[in-house]
């Protein structure tokens, strides 16, 4: 089992920057990929970025353009630095761990991110 607790969500203005933070607990040997998600309000969950434990990363379109995705795995933390935030942006956005032989998924709370004037 892993758990985690997401943080950093919040209301900035458009062109703005927030950093979030997700922190994994438990079985964090087996973690294989970390990455973060995102639901807008009537929409499915859709991918954002990805990075595996050798450091691969993946993003969703043209986000690459503007976030950035690295873990610190001394502190088992992922991190999503968003920088020029749009209003297309606003969403609840969730930690997810794949872990083990099975790749199990695990998922955080989510946090909130408001993009808006």
């Known amino acids: 089992q892993v758990q985690l607790v997401e943080s950093g969500g919040g209301l900035v203005q458009p062109g703005g920057s927030l950093r979030l933070s997700c922190v994994a607990s438990g079985s964090v040997f087996s973690i294989n990929a970390m990455g973060w998600y995102r639901q807008a309000p009537g929409k499915q969950r859709q991918l954002v970025a990805r990075?595996?434990?050798?450091?691969?990363?993946n993003y969703a379109g043209s986000l690459k353009d503007r976030f950035v995705i690295s873990r610190d795995s001394a502190k088992n933390t992922v991190y999503l630095q968003m920088n020029d935030l749009k209003p297309e942006d606003t969403a609840v956005y969730y930690c997810?761990?794949?872990?083990?032989?099975?790749?199990?998924?695990?998922w955080g709370q989510g946090t909130q991110v408001t993009v808006s004037s």
């Open positions: 997810n761990v794949q872990s083990g032989l099975l790749w199990t998924q695990y």
């Open positions: 990075i595996t434990r050798d450091d691969n990363t």
